[in-house]
């Protein structure tokens, strides 16, 4: 039953081999107990039979009394027995969903983690390969996928092996020609499962598809509610959303056609195999070589056997998914970090830091970035990358935290590679602010303590103060316990910005990296912060990446890039007294935009 993709999921099976064990026991007691009563059922029929015959027989003598208790008391005890089978049967029923069913739930819970835990080794180019809703079906709908194979696929299948190994030869034992008849409904049964159960999935797919299309595009007209108003564009995104929803619609009622179909199938197929017994069985009545009592067991066996037939049509199609789901999973897991550290050095940094000869090619686009990029930065010192629009600024902060690795050249800090350092160290060591600010749906505070495992309150509104943000902060309602909402949407740029930067500040960097983070800020905001930053940079290595002059002016050193290249190096006074250079190009023309 297994495939190749499958194989995967045997060491979680193994993991948990004493729930699949138990679960293989109980669909054999519990498959057992299903049979015995069958048996139970033709003796009481026979008996009822003979009891009534003897008691015609016995009429008008004192006999017939005796028939008649005799007759009731072995009636009651088969009667109890049966009874007693059924509730026994049902406990172990429920032990086996018990040990299957929950192996399957904590199988799925494990490779849920093991998932996510492998999606956060990959590295950022990974994610830029790969949509974010593809990462999301792949640990959600994939993996319950496989868990249907794992759990029901396997219960089922178990029952429908043990129950045509048990009943089939009991059937045969009692009559070859009744069996024959009664099994030929059942292989049809199967068969029509299958394509009508496989017509609902990929229906059933259609419908995800499109509810996760109606889904993105509400999400996207509610976070970008600020453009639609603006705009006015609320009819027309009404019109859109009119639209997704009736292709929702159809889809769902084409669905609820096929499955207003499946019933009255399985019923006609299940109803033409008990009148095939009871005709074919009522003739051998007649004939006298079989009992009542034999078609009564007969229609038992039928019933028992239905829905294993009926589920093995629909097994098959969840094995097919399961297979085709674990196949897309493994895909993901095979991909493996080249971002592994050569030498696990964990050690505390001093921050001076080396870039020789760097170049840097994305290997998603193929966009050469960096072009033998050399400078350094001192333990203390701080340096400005100032340079136009994709000159490869933020590139320099990326390879420093080892977001991506160099393709030519090295990068070192204290003397050491960073491709030596454990990761976990030098990240830790290095307070980063991106470019582009994120913030979780969470408290400011939560986002302010993001990075510490043990947070500290004075520590978070130091931070706060020193990013500027703690006035704007202590004026909201909840003060530091406000939610920031979805990608921080109830905050202003500049307070993202600003927020992020403390994030950053609290860990008390060795390093701090400000990547493009006063582009939202007001320029007397930006001095306050700027001054703040100055006590700060002091005592750390500092890199600060910019496109405004006005953010650099802190720097021992300054950066000039251009596509990819250093074309000046030197301080403030310096670049300014270079006439014809791209820093006083800078610098007047930003003068000139803050003037108008």
């Not at 969470?442 to 931070?463: C, V, Y």
Request: hydrophobic content about 45%; proline content about 3%; aromatic content about 10%.
């Amino acid at each position: 039953m297994p495939t190749r993709a499958l194989s995967a999921v045997n060491p979680f099976i193994f993991r948990y081999k004493w729930h699949f064990l138990g679960g293989v026991l109980f669909v054999a007691l519990s498959t057992l107990l299903a049979i015995f009563p069958a048996q139970l059922v033709r003796y009481a029929f026979d008996l009822v039979n003979e009891g009534i015959d003897l008691y015609h027989l016995f009429a008008g003598t004192q006999a017939q009394h005796g028939v008649y208790e005799l007759f009731g008391r072995n009636v009651l005890f088969y009667g109890m027995l049966i009874i007693g089978l059924a509730l026994a049967r049902g406990i172990f029923l429920f032990f086996m969903r018990q040990t299957l069913i929950v192996m399957s739930r904590l199988i799925e819970n494990d490779q849920k983690n093991q998932i996510y835990q492998h999606y956060q080794s990959l590295p950022l180019s990974f994610y830029r390969r790969h949509s974010t809703g593809d990462l999301m079906s792949r640990i959600s709908e994939d993996v319950g996928r496989v868990r249907m194979y794992l759990g029901p696929a396997i219960m089922y299948f178990m029952q429908l092996v043990l129950l045509f190994v048990l009943i089939v030869p009991l059937m045969l034992m009692v009559n070859v020609k009744l069996t024959l008849y009664t099994l030929l409904p059942l292989p049809v049964l199967s068969v029509s499962i299958f394509y009508v159960n496989n017509l609902i999935e990929r229906k059933s797919d259609e419908i995800q598809k499109a509810l996760a299309g109606m889904t993105t595009f509400v999400q996207e007209a509610f976070s970008g509610i600020r453009v639609l108003k603006s705009f006015v564009r609320e009819a027309d995104s009404h019109a859109n959303f009119a639209a997704a929803s009736n292709h929702y619609k159809e889809k769902s009622l084409s669905l609820n056609f096929v499955n207003a179909l499946f019933f009255p199938l399985i019923l006609f197929l299940v109803g033409l195999s008990t009148i095939i017994t009871v005709w074919v069985g009522g003739q051998e009545v007649i004939r006298g070589t079989l009992t009542t009592g034999s078609i009564a067991e007969f229609l038992i066996y039928v019933n028992l056997l239905t829905w294993p037939v009926t589920a093995l049509g629909w097994t098959s199609s969840l094995v097919q998914r399961a297979e085709a789901s674990q196949a897309r999973i493994n895909e993901f897991l095979d991909q493996k970090t080249d971002i592994v550290s050569r030498q696990n050095i964990a050690q505390e940094m001093q921050g001076d830091i080396v870039f020789d000869q760097v170049s840097f090619t994305y290997p998603d686009t193929g966009i050469r970035a960096l072009r033998g990029v050399s400078f350094r930065i001192r333990p203390g010192q701080t340096l400005a990358v100032i340079g136009n629009t994709g000159s490869g600024k933020s590139t320099v902060a990326v390879l420093l935290c080892r977001l991506f690795d160099v393709t030519e050249g090295s990068i070192s800090i204290d003397g050491t590679d960073v491709r030596d350092y454990a990761l976990s160290s030098l990240r830790e060591q290095i307070g980063y602010v991106p470019q582009d600010v994120f913030l979780f749906s969470d408290t400011i505070r939560q986002n302010i303590n993001f990075g510490l495992d043990h947070p500290d309150e004075a520590r978070m509104l130091q931070a706060a103060r020193d990013a500027a943000v703690y006035d704007n902060i202590v004026a909201f309602p909840e003060g530091f316990d406000t939610k920031v909402g979805e990608r921080g949407i109830t905050l202003s740029g500049g307070q993202k910005q600003r927020v992020s930067m403390a994030r950053a500040l609290v860990k008390e960097p060795k390093i701090l990296i400000l990547d493009d983070s006063l582009s939202a800020v007001d320029t007397k905001t930006e001095n306050t912060i700027l001054t703040a930053l100055q006590r700060i940079m002091a005592h750390r290595t500092s890199l600060i990446i910019s496109h405004r002059v006005s953010s650099v002016k802190l720097a021992d050193e300054i950066l000039v890039l251009d596509d990819g290249a250093i074309v000046q190096h030197g301080s403030h006074e310096a670049l300014m007294a270079d006439a014809d250079g791209l820093y006083r190009a800078l610098y007047e023309r930003q003068l000139q935009t803050e003037e108008v």
